[in-house]
């Protein structure tokens, strides 16, 4: 169309505007942007639907009662399809845990960030080896609880402390500590 | 594409001819795999390979689609369905035993097929491009594989998923939310059973896919051979059909037999007892390890067990795994030597066998060892040979080395001299 010389061809003819604007080319642009703008817009639901259903979600929270817990002892529950582990934690354990500098850490936080304000004997976590996701072991009785007395993951040897921090192995994070709330003196509600 | 001198098809009948004129298949497999496509006459074993890996691909396809038949990707029936595939159905245990140890023979074709690719440098100009469709064949084959083994929702099935797509979980800000879409969970349940069934079912199609492919890019230069000399003349070559059928039909039954002694007298050695315990998302077998074919590429995973610069060890373990294959795709641009063969690559051929395989062969061993000593340390130094050999040795062989001299041609490397091959030597009789 700029290149148009005196000679007035067929094409010329027919498509040029005053503004130099052809409409086949106004055509085109718009109608090959909506089938594209079309096209992808039909990608979000195809990548949605892979994301975890209304009913999986709805299994989110999970309720329990930590009163029956003796200090020293765990219990397991499941969170989300995953193991959670539940500790009351002795004195000892929480001196353990309190006496260790937060530089030699590797992933450093206080027994206090933690646990909730009150209950700081409490130690709830998921019970998944933060490595590659195998369940640690040390919650139930007579289970190795590992160097650090608090779990310890026998896949690839991670072991976590009685705050259920990272100490030694390929984990790189503590022991996930999930969103939750006491709902009264001893109900948690986790998620 | 073909030799000029290649046999043209002629229909015979009014029939093919008939076709001929209207859908020229018959023509296309005669071109293909028929009298119609001259061959290098001096390929050896190794390059039975294809052939018998495409094999193994129609055999898995028949299979699974007759266990699909029988099958139900729910986590509360899935495990039982492949009891009741064992036990009730006809001849179910003969399909199930056949679909586990194919997968196996599938691999095993494979890494020959690799090995045969390394050696004789297959990859090199101008068959690149066969090469990067050969790369991505074996990641889809991996992925398959990979979701296949979760379907019969034992121990192992659901503690490879959630290891493998732990993995991603190790992506820095993206992991977690990417780890959970691919679940469609926050573990593996009827979500990712589903999908991976549905995906473990598409996969091989999108393979076959491929492999057309592969073999359309293969028609174009035409096989390499042992000596690594391009094809000259007619002499070099013999028609495929009834030469190579006959050559792969042999190594067919040498595998077969094989494949047979697996299936019926030892089913369940290439696999682990732990998968014959249903998934329980509370209790972790003591010693998680996955199939055999994956054991060198879990061995680089976990060869990093302590943070690199800033990145986390978990994810330098990542990293490595994905790219110890990924670094094929650019080892026909890393390797400058103009001489394929390693018959001619003195240097070439000690890395090869004294570097490269037993670093290949310490990683497998590795991988199927628990993760302690003397394991993880022979794993750290085989994967920095592994990434050395690819990264820093080929390319310098390809530019210090002295190859030996190579035969002017395929039919001097046979037959000592060009001038002893007959003339028309190929236009045997019509079959």
Same mark, same amino acid.
């Given at each position: 169309?700029?290149?148009?010389?005196?000679t007035?061809t067929?094409?010329?003819?027919?498509?040029?505007?005053?503004?130099?604007?052809?409409?086949r080319?106004?055509i085109?642009?718009a109608?090959?942007?909506? &089938?594209?703008?079309g096209?992808?817009?039909? #990608?979000?639901?195809?990548?949605?639907?892979?994301?975890?259903?209304?009913?999986?979600?709805?299994?989110?929270?999970?309720?329990?009662?930590?009163?029956?817990?003796?200090?020293?002892q765990?219990?397991?529950?499941?969170?989300?399809k995953?193991?959670?582990?539940v500790?009351?934690?002795?004195?000892? *354990?929480?001196?353990?845990?309190?006496?260790?500098? #937060?530089?030699?850490?590797?992933?450093?936080?206080?027994? &206090?960030?933690?646990?909730?304000?009150?209950?700081?004997?409490i130690?709830?976590?998921?019970?998944?080896?933060?490595?590659?996701?195998?369940?640690? #072991?040390?919650?139930?009785?007579?289970?190795?609880?590992? *160097?650090?007395?608090?779990?310890?993951?026998?896949?690839?040897?991670?072991h976590?402390?009685?705050?259920?921090?990272?100490?030694?192995?390929p984990?790189?994070?503590?022991l996930e500590?999930?969103?939750?709330?006491?709902t009264?003196?001893?109900?948690?509600r986790?998620? | 594409?073909?030799?000029s001198?290649?046999?043209?098809?002629?229909?015979?009948n009014?029939? $093919?001819?008939?076709?001929?004129?209207?859908?020229?298949?018959?023509?296309?497999?005669?071109?293909?795999?028929?009298?119609?496509?001259?061959?290098?006459?001096?390929?050896?074993?190794?390059?039975?390979?294809?052939?018998?890996?495409?094999?193994?691909?129609?055999?898995?396809?028949?299979?699974?689609?007759?266990?699909?038949?029988?099958?139900?990707?729910?986590?509360?029936?899935?495990?039982?369905?492949?009891?009741?595939?064992?036990?009730?159905?006809?001849w179910?245990?003969?399909?199930?035993?056949?679909?586990?140890?194919?997968?196996?023979?599938?691999?095993?074709?494979?890494?020959?097929?690799?090995?045969?690719? @390394?050696?004789?440098?297959?990859?090199?100009?101008?068959?690149? +491009?066969?090469?990067?469709?050969?790369?991505?064949?074996?990641?889809?084959? +991996?992925?398959?594989?990979?979701?296949?083994?979760?379907?019969?929702?034992?121990?192992?099935?659901?503690?490879?998923?959630?290891?493998? $797509?732990?993995?991603?979980?190790?992506?820095?800000?993206?992991?977690?939310?990417?780890?959970?879409?691919?679940?469609?969970?926050?573990?593996?349940?009827?979500?990712a059973?589903?999908?991976?069934?549905?995906?473990?079912?598409?996969?091989?199609?999108?393979?076959a896919?491929?492999?057309? +492919?592969?073999?359309?890019?293969?028609?174009?230069?035409?096989?390499?051979?042992? /000596?690594?000399?391009?094809?000259?003349?007619?002499?070099? /070559?013999?028609? @495929?059909?009834?030469?190579?059928?006959?050559?792969d039909?042999?190594?067919?039954?040498?595998?077969?037999?094989?494949?047979?002694?697996?299936v019926?007298f030892?089913?369940?050695?290439?696999?682990?007892?732990?998968?014959?315990i249903?998934?329980?998302?509370?209790s $972790?077998?003591?010693?998680?390890?996955p199939?055999?074919? @994956?054991?060198?590429?879990?061995?680089?995973?976990?060869?990093f /067990?302590?943070?690199?610069?800033?990145?986390?060890?978990?994810?330098?373990?990542?990293i490595?795994?994905?790219?110890?294959?990924?670094?094929?795709?650019?080892l026909?641009?890393?390797?400058?030597?103009p001489?394929?063969?390693?018959?001619?690559?003195?240097?070439?051929?000690?890395?090869?066998? @004294?570097g490269l395989?037993?670093?290949?062969?310490?990683?497998?061993?590795?991988?199927?060892?628990?993760?302690?000593?003397?394991?993880?340390?022979?794993?750290?130094?085989? $994967?920095?040979?592994?990434?050395?050999?690819?990264?820093v040795?080929?390319?310098?062989?390809?530019?210090?080395e002295?190859?030996?001299?190579l035969?002017?041609?395929?039919?001097?490397?046979?037959?000592?001299?060009?001038?002893?091959?007959?003339?028309?030597?190929?236009?045997?009789?019509?079959?």
């Amino acid at each position: 169309m700029a290149e148009a010389t005196g000679t007035a061809t067929a094409d010329t003819v027919i498509d040029s505007g005053d503004d130099g604007v052809r409409r086949r080319d106004f055509i085109n642009i718009a109608a090959v942007s909506a &089938a594209g703008i079309g096209g992808l817009s039909v #990608l979000y639901p195809l990548i949605s639907q892979m994301a975890p259903s209304a009913d999986v979600l709805a299994e989110s929270s999970t309720e329990l009662d930590t009163a029956a817990i003796a200090p020293g002892q765990a219990i397991k529950a499941i969170f989300r399809k995953q193991p959670l582990f539940v500790r009351r934690l002795t004195e000892v *354990e929480l001196d353990e845990a309190n006496a260790v500098q #937060l530089a030699d850490l590797r992933d450093p936080a206080t027994m &206090a960030d933690r646990t909730k304000e009150g209950h700081g004997d409490i130690l709830v976590t998921m019970g998944v080896c933060t490595h590659l996701g195998c369940v640690p #072991l040390g919650a139930a009785e007579g289970e190795n609880k590992g *160097e650090y007395g608090g779990y310890f993951c026998p896949c690839h040897g991670s072991h976590y402390d009685t705050a259920g921090r990272i100490r030694k192995g390929p984990a790189p994070t503590n022991l996930e500590v999930p969103e939750y709330e006491f709902t009264s003196e001893s109900i948690i509600r986790v998620g | 594409m073909s030799f000029s001198w290649a046999r043209q098809y002629e229909p015979k009948n009014g029939f $093919t001819q008939w076709m001929d004129e209207r859908l020229p298949l018959p023509r296309l497999v005669y071109n293909a795999v028929g009298a119609g496509y001259p061959v290098p006459r001096n390929l050896n074993y190794m390059w039975n390979f294809g052939v018998l890996a495409g094999f193994f691909l129609v055999l898995q396809i028949i299979t699974g689609v007759v266990l699909a038949m029988h099958y139900a990707s729910d986590a509360t029936v899935a495990f039982a369905k492949v009891e009741h595939i064992m036990r009730d159905v006809n001849w179910g245990w003969l399909m199930r035993y056949a679909h586990a140890n194919g997968a196996s023979f599938f691999f095993i074709v494979i890494y020959m097929h690799i090995f045969r690719g @390394f050696f004789y440098s297959s990859y090199k100009a101008p068959r690149e +491009m066969i090469w990067l469709l050969g790369v991505v064949i074996f990641l889809l084959m +991996m992925a398959t594989a990979f979701m296949g083994y979760v379907l019969p929702w034992g121990q192992m099935s659901f503690w490879g998923a959630k290891v493998i $797509t732990g993995l991603f979980g190790a992506i820095p800000l993206v992991g977690e939310p990417l780890q959970v879409w691919l679940l469609g969970g926050f573990a593996p349940d009827d979500a990712a059973l589903n999908r991976f069934f549905s995906l473990h079912f598409l996969l091989p199609f999108v393979i076959a896919g491929v492999v057309i +492919m592969h073999i359309w890019a293969l028609h174009i230069p035409g096989s390499s051979n042992p /000596t690594g000399v391009e094809v000259k003349q007619e002499s070099d /070559t013999v028609p @495929f059909h009834p030469y190579y059928t006959a050559k792969d039909g042999f190594g067919l039954g040498v595998i077969l037999i094989l494949f047979a002694i697996m299936v019926f007298f030892l089913p369940n050695a290439l696999g682990h007892p732990d998968n014959y315990i249903e998934a329980n998302p509370l209790s $972790t077998p003591a010693h998680i390890v996955p199939e055999w074919y @994956f054991w060198p590429f879990y061995a680089i995973l976990r060869a990093f /067990t302590v943070d690199f610069l800033f990145i986390p060890a978990k994810l330098m373990g990542v990293i490595a795994m994905f790219g110890s294959i990924l670094i094929w795709f650019i080892l026909p641009w890393l390797d400058r030597s103009p001489v394929r063969s390693g018959h001619y690559r003195p240097l070439f051929r000690k890395f090869f066998w @004294f570097g490269l395989i037993p670093a290949m062969v310490v990683l497998f061993i590795c991988g199927g060892a628990p993760a302690e000593e003397p394991y993880v340390m022979l794993s750290q130094l085989a $994967t920095a040979y592994y990434f050395l050999h690819f990264l820093v040795i080929i390319p310098i062989i390809g530019q210090i080395e002295k190859p030996k001299p190579l035969p002017y041609s395929i039919t001097e490397a046979v037959l000592g001299s060009d001038k002893k091959a007959v003339k028309g030597e190929n236009a045997t009789p019509a079959v």
